[in-house]
């Protein structure tokens, strides 16, 4: 996730609205075709974020009351579709009941400094999904 003021102030926002979509994820082969072809069809700035990770933030050009994203290389054959970051109040209340209602947790819990953390889950039918939990004291 962006430390970025617009995505910060996304957060902020989505964290007063429970269980809304407030980023999301694209995972490519080739990140520069990916850039391009998103780009192109949609108009979306595409800057590599500062620091040694390789990710790169999706403006998406909408009002804070819209996602942005991030696009990374493919960690592995299975990292398949696009993944969307749900905001909860709690990561791990909310994992809890994913794992409780039938569901898996594919990454626990991890912490994004001073961001927040976030979780990476899988429903009943195998559909991938993450949760956001904000919170500026992450470590």
């Known amino acids: 996730m962006s430390a970025q ?3 910060k102030s996304k957060g902020a926002k989505a964290a007063k609205t429970s ?6 994820e694209v995972p490519a082969d080739n990140v520069e075709r990916a850039k391009k072809f998103y780009g192109q069809l949609f108009g979306w700035k595409i800057e590599k974020f500062p620091g040694p990770m390789e990710y ?6 909408g009002g804070d009351d819209t996602p942005d994203g991030g696009l990374l290389k493919r960690q592995n054959p299975g990292h398949q579709g ?3 970051y749900i905001n909860v109040e709690s990561v791990t209340k909310f994992a809890a009941r994913v794992e409780k209602l039938g569901g898996k947790i594919c990454m626990p819990k991890t912490a994004v400094p001073q961001m927040g953390y976030f979780a990476v889950c899988q429903d009943t039918e195998n559909n991938t999904f993450a949760l956001w ?3 500026k004291n992450a470590k």
């Open 19 to 24: 269980a809304s979509i407030v980023w999301f």
């Open 56 to 61: 790169w933030h999706i403006d998406t050009g």
């Open 5 to 7: 003021s617009k995505t």
């Open 82 to 84: 696009i993944t969307n």
């Open 133 to 135: 939990e904000m919170n």
